[in-house]
């Protein structure tokens, strides 16, 4: 069966990447896909990539291990939920992160990285991101204006 984990509602900030890498670990050969935002991805999860180039040998193989990152240089779960509870306080100097080339710098570690852009080109990109064989970050540029969390939260 499928086994999942998730940050809940603790706030817990950045677990994706770490939680991948160890589900991997555990379950060499079961297909691992851990879905980040680019804040998360800032915080750790880029300095995690070099802990995979680290265990190549051990994290790579026919099994898909991809990092798919939400691009959208915004910590969107925080302004969704300021915006959900106190109208439209959106403050950008505290919500708008640095646009940076996620795919770009799988590729300088040795991994693989792919970008994606074009809502048409979305099922390819995730074919070619589980066929690759070894680590992938998958990166879509996604519109920081489309809210993360269900319309009914308060």
């Given amino acids: 069966g499928m086994r999942a984990s998730l940050s809940g509602t603790l706030a817990t900030m950045g677990p994706g990447t770490p939680y991948a890498i160890a589900a991997r670990f555990a379950y060499p050969d079961r297909p691992v896909i851990a879905f980040?935002?680019?804040?998360?991805?800032q915080m750790n999860g880029m300095n995690e990539m070099i802990t995979i180039k680290r265990y190549l040998d051990r994290l790579s193989g026919p099994a898909p291990f991809v990092f798919c990152v939400f691009n959208n240089q915004d910590l969107n779960q925080?302004?969704?939920?300021?915006?959900?509870m106190a109208g439209d306080p959106k403050y950008p100097g505290s919500q708008d992160i640095p646009d940076v080339p996620y795919a770009a710098y799988a590729e300088l570690l040795g991994l693989k990285g792919?970008?994606?852009d074009d809502p048409k080109k979305v099922g390819a990109a995730w074919d070619e991101?589980?066929?690759a064989g070894r680590p992938v970050v998958l990166?879509?540029?996604v519109d920081a204006e489309i809210a993360p969390i269900p319309p009914h939260i308060m």
């Fill in 129 to 131: 991101a589980l066929a």
């Fill in 36 to 41: 980040v935002g680019d804040g998360a991805f």
């Fill in 78 to 84: 925080v302004t969704w939920e300021q915006r959900a």
């Fill in 114 to 116: 792919i970008v994606c």
């Fill in 139 to 141: 990166e879509f540029k």
